[in-house]
């Protein structure tokens, strides 16, 4: 986080408050507080930690915390609040770098651009220049805005690329010409970034296939068409590559297609060590060619003699072997989680209430959830007083009463001071059901430092869980430099579970480190950070994390059905 970033979120807000008609004072103090943090010396990041924001002139109580909770989270509640109220065609031209609200509202208003592509064309063919207000410097600068947008975005999030895979898939299988149809390549390994979207379909009739594919109603332009093959780009900018196989090469296909490439390579070899080969048309052996295996994607592993490896470990990471010698971990499902242990409401920065998020959470199936809003030092974002603890207590009690055969669970997402203690005494500690830990500020610290925050956490004996452990956003924010042995050793011999976080930037603890942990012997809880209702399902996102962590069910505190829970997080106490 530069303090450029934070100067363009302040510059953005007063721009939408500018659109919005808002007082002059507050758009000029914006504006103001934006010009001081850019031509600010010391980085606004370590400021923010230390709370000496307000010592920089022109910088009160309220655009403070609107700095914290940006440099903190990422995120500004409050941008994206305006963001949402601009028309549509606005708000979209916004995601560009350079481009603030006000410029933004010039274009659609002026020039009818409601798109990134409509812009980036308009700035090309000089459109913009005529603009009052608008220099030539502008056009090159929109131009290189969407150039690094284009390039930030060059990895998708497996949250953004998976749900527009489904719906591609879901759309195709009902085709007539389509017999089968699955996702491959890094989507269906579950990666945590997804460079293209790759598709396989099985059909005798391939060009119907491909023209079903080119023709649906996401598509925005086609990059490739041949007979069996085809590269579109969507509406949302994502590229999916498509594939057509006969549906008797389709195991094999599948099995190739999926990857990655790694693992294909060291199956290569097993298989050449056995006298076969092995490419997307099957199995042959290699003296006659006959072919051995290829119909179905797990007749060709046990052809080789080993079980049939899950996607989301074929990595070359020692599943070859494991499978092999039949040690594959027995991964966790999704269906085997009965309740999420970290879930906002409009409590703290959460959008929905606690009921809501209960009976969110009852028609996903879970037994249990546990609300866990944010504690006091995170006052930026309402976190929790004691008195409003003991409130939410008094209201999550009468919700119990009336929700028949569900369990709400009072939690607490409680902050991680710089100093490793946490944000309420042991008192309140120990009448929540479950309390979370997470740092919050201060991810920049040296290794010693953020690490013996981690383990003072961890010895807390009312701490059950620490939340997202390495504090990293995808693409913005590194992990911190914890140590990994002695977290992952503290949280084995403490009792204290390690989160997966299921936030689609988060995810976090990561696949590796996730893997080590359990390695050493740590518990997880995979949650899904909720903040809004639609949000509980990222939790499948933190199972497929686990799972490309070799984590196995008996490893994570939220499958366990709601009393051994209970007595879980008791026996720690
Ligand atoms: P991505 O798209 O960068 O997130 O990663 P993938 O794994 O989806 O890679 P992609 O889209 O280039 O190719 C899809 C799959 O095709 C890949 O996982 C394995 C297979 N594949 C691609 N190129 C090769 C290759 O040169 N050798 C072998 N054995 N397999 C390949
Ligand atoms: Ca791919
Ligand atoms: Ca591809
Ligand atoms: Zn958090």
Not at 250 to 268: C, D, M, P, V
Not at 433 to 459: N, W
Not at 503 to 520: G, H, Y
């Amino acid at each position: 986080m530069k303090n450029e970033d934070v100067a363009e979120m302040l510059t953005d807000i007063a721009d939408m408050l500018e659109i919005k008609g808002e007082s002059p004072f507050r758009i000029r103090a914006y504006r103001e507080a934006a010009r001081r943090i850019e031509s600010l010396h010391e980085d606004v990041a370590t400021l923010a930690a230390e709370a000496r924001l307000k010592d920089i002139r022109g910088i009160g109580e309220s655009i403070a915390s609107k700095i914290t909770e940006f440099v903190t989270t990422g995120r500004s509640s409050y941008r994206d609040e305006l963001a949402q109220a601009l028309p549509k065609g606005i708000s979209e031209l916004l995601a560009i770098p350079g481009v603030g609200a006000r410029k933004a509202q010039l274009f659609h208003e002026q020039l009818g651009i409601s798109t990134i592509d409509e812009l980036e064309e308009a700035a090309k063919t000089h459109k913009l220049k005529g603009l009052p207000k608008i220099k030539e410097k502008t056009e090159q600068n929109v131009l290189e805005g969407i150039m690094r947008l284009k390039q930030r975005t060059g990895r998708m999030l497996l949250g953004l690329a998976l749900p527009a895979a489904e719906e591609v898939v879901d759309q195709l299988r009902p085709h007539p010409a389509v017999e089968r149809v699955e996702m491959g390549g890094s989507i269906r390994r579950m990666k945590e970034t997804i460079g293209d979207i790759d598709i396989l379909v099985a059909s005798s009739k391939p060009k119907d296939a491909i023209e079903a594919f080119t023709t649906l109603p996401n598509v925005k332009s086609v990059l490739a068409k041949g007979t069996t093959k085809a590269s579109v780009l969507t509406r949302q900018d994502l590229q999916i590559d498509c594939r057509v196989v006969s549906p008797d090469q389709w195991g094999a296909a599948l099995q190739y297609f999926t990857g990655s490439k790694e693992h294909n390579i060291q199956l290569r070899t097993i298989a050449e060590g056995r006298g076969l080969k092995i490419n997307e048309y099957g199995l042959f052996r290699t003296d006659n060619n006959e072919k051995v295996a290829g119909r179905e994607e797990c007749e060709i592993y046990e052809a080789l003699e080993m079980k049939c490896i899950p996607p989301e470990l074929r990595e070359a990471a020692g599943e070859i072997e494991a499978a092999a010698k039949g040690q594959l971990p027995s991964l966790v499902e999704l269906s085997d989680i009965r309740g999420d242990l970290h879930a906002h409401t409009n409590w703290s920065d959460g959008i929905n209430t606690i009921e809501e998020m209960a009976g969110a959470a009852k028609a996903l199936g879970y037994e249990y959830l546990a609300i866990s809003d944010h504690s006091v030092s995170m006052g930026f974002i309402h976190g929790l007083t004691t008195d409003r603890v003991r409130e939410q207590r008094g209201i999550i009690d009468d919700l119990n009463e009336k929700l028949d055969g569900f369990r709400l669970l009072q939690g607490i997402e409680v902050n991680i001071r710089g100093d490793g203690s946490l944000d309420y005494s042991d008192d309140v500690l120990a009448q929540f059901d479950v309390v979370t830990a997470s740092i919050h500020s201060g991810l920049g610290q040296p290794r010693e430092r953020i690490t013996a925050r981690m383990v003072a956490a961890m010895e807390n004996p009312h701490v059950n869980i620490i939340g997202h452990p390495s504090g990293r956003i995808i693409g913005r924010r590194d992990p911190s430099a914890f140590d990994e042995n002695a977290v992952y050793k503290a949280a084995a011999e403490t009792g204290t579970a390690l989160e997966i976080d299921g936030q689609p930037d988060r995810l976090d603890l990561k696949d590796s480190n996730a893997r080590q942990a359990a390695e050493r012997g740590a518990f997880f809880a995979i949650n899904s950070d909720a903040h809004a209702t639609a949000q509980l399902e990222y939790m499948r996102y933190g199972v497929s994390t686990a799972r490309r962590g070799w984590v196995e069910k008996d490893r994570v505190l939220n499958a366990l059905p709601v009393d051994k829970l209970l007595d879980r997080l008791k026996a720690k106490r």
